[in-house]
Structure formats: structure tokens, C-alpha cells
């Protein structure tokens, strides 16, 4: 590795970090261009970073759109973080937790799997 190149951790902090911001662009950029996403053990969610692109710009039409990262594991190159995610349901804004693994291969995210968890709402006053 020189002195420039970014490790697993770096990409997907990164990549977290352009997520909080909805910084489309500095997303996109974590990612290989033919990267994929699918569900843990599942289905295909999207393929390149055009389809990507398409996801995430729903996501950040939501305005209390935010991840907290509260826990991650870094081994070789793939990461496994635990967030909770808050987003604005149809019912109004919740919580839901989620597991993301991330293979990372050349400095970008080559593909994301995805365990979606429990939903919990916000209960205002």
C-alpha cells in the first residue's frame, strides 16, 4: 500500500460521510462503477452507479435522512458496520437499524449486501 492509497476503512467512512452530507457525487466515488448491492443473502438491489445513483437520490429526498454508526469491524478488506439509520416514513420519522457489509477491492466498494432491521417511530410530544 503507498502512502496515498486508501485502506478498507478509509473507503467506507468515506462513503458514510458523503451519505450524511447527501453528497451524490463523493458516493458515488466510494464505489467501483460496476459495483452491486444486493440484500443480505438476497436479492439484487442495484448494479453500477447509475442504478446506485437512483437509490440514494430517493434516500436524500429525506430530509431527516442520517446513519449513526455504532459499530464497526474491519477485516482484510471487507467491513461490517451496525447503524441505525433515521429516515421519514409515510407515518412520519423513525429508526431502523441496519447491518451493511461492505467488500472493498482497488480502493473502491466493489459490493454492499444489507440487513434491514427493526423499525422503531419516534413518538412526538
Known amino acids: ?11 467506507v467512512q ?4 458523503a451519505y ?18 444486493y440484500t443480505l443473502h438476497g436479492a439484487l ?6 442504478q446506485m445513483r437512483e437509490r440514494f437520490l430517493v434516500r436524500f429526498a429525506e430530509p431527516d435522512l442520517h446513519a449513526r ?14 447503524e441505525l439509520i433515521t429516515r421519514n416514513f409515510p407515518e412520519g420519522v423513525g429508526t431502523v437499524e441496519m447491518i451493511c457489509v461492505y467488500e472493498v477491492a482497488e480502493e473502491r466498494i466493489r459490493k454492499a449486501s444489507f440487513a434491514v ?6 413518538i412526538r410530544p
Open 117 to 122: 432491521g427493526a423499525t422503531r417511530m419516534n
Open 14 to 17: 468515506a462513503q458514510l460521510d
Open 69 to 82: 454508526l455504532l459499530n464497526r469491524t474491519v477485516m482484510a478488506n471487507v467491513v461490517v458496520d451496525y
Open 45 to 50: 438491489l442495484a448494479r453500477g452507479q447509475e
Open 20 to 37: 450524511n452530507a447527501k453528497d451524490i457525487e463523493a458516493l458515488l466515488l466510494a464505489y467501483a462503477p460496476d459495483a452491486e448491492q
Open 1 to 11: 500500500m503507498t502512502a496515498s492509497s486508501k485502506t478498507p476503512l478509509q473507503v
